[in-house]
């Protein structure tokens, strides 16, 4: 049943190498409960499209953090799913049944044309090193994906809308008045420098999909890039 055991974790790099910023994780459980991103990635998902797939499809998450992507899959009826995260603190907060494998996403622990789909859900923006990590963690999606297989990408992406978020998050009298917002500019300062580094390179970023992946869908509305590429 899910949620009554510990997580199941594949250690393929030492555990304890990286854990999340406290404040950070502060900020993040104040800005949303584990059911509210729950509900947002089923929606997400549900955009994408996943009410129409297979339901044995082999799906992993990677950057999955706590895992509450993972649980969003496991409610839709997907069965064989796994999940990936450097961090062994976010990924023993996960509760369901999904495999889990503490590795790093530049080199993915799974046999080639192993997954039907990858997903990533606001992860590749924390890489520190640009464009050479998302160079190679494209390289490893694409190897690990079936030939027919399917990334599903959600990343933040500089729009006017995000724009005008941050200017109004940041204002001190709304971080005063408004949790949320105050929960939202806590974090945004706490991953600035790769947050702002992915932001101020779009025309890269979409270089990069281009060289190691064919782009299916690339929309860009609301502060985020809702992407979707084959192999």
């Known amino acids: 049943m899910i949620g009554t055991q510990t997580p199941k974790i594949i250690e393929h790099v030492p555990a304890g190498q990286m854990c999340c910023d406290p404040i950070w994780e502060e900020a993040y459980s104040r800005f949303e409960t ?12 549900k955009r994408f499209g996943f009410e129409k797939l297979n339901r044995q499809s082999r799906i992993v998450e990677i950057f999955c953090g706590r895992g509450n992507g993972l649980v969003a899959l496991e409610r839709m009826g997907f069965e064989r799913v796994e999940g990936v995260d450097l961090s062994d603190t976010l990924l023993r907060q996960y509760e369901g049944d999904a495999q ?5 996403c530049l080199s993915l622990p799974f046999e080639d044309a192993s997954f039907d789909i990858v997903i990533v859900q606001g992860g590749l923006h924390h890489l520190p090193n640009m464009p050479d990590d998302l160079e190679q963690s494209l390289h490893e999606v694409k190897r690990i ?8 990408v959600i990343e933040p992406w500089r729009t006017p809308f995000l724009t005008f978020a941050h200017f109004v998050t940041e204002l001190k009298v709304m ?10 500019a806590v974090m945004t300062e706490q991953e600035r420098v790769t947050y702002e580094q ?6 890269v970023i979409r270089r990069a999909f281009g060289k190691h992946l064919t782009e299916v869908r690339w929309q860009t509305s609301w502060g985020k890039l809702a992407g979707v590429f084959a192999p």
């Open 34 to 45: 584990p059911e509210e991103e729950i509900a947002k990635f089923i929606g997400r998902l």
């Open 100 to 104: 889990l494998h503490l590795a790093n």
């Open 145 to 152: 994906l079936c030939p027919d297989g399917r990334f599903y």
């Open 175 to 184: 971080r005063k008045l408004y949790a949320k917002g105050d929960a939202l």
């Open 198 to 203: 992915w932001l101020g390179m779009p025309d």
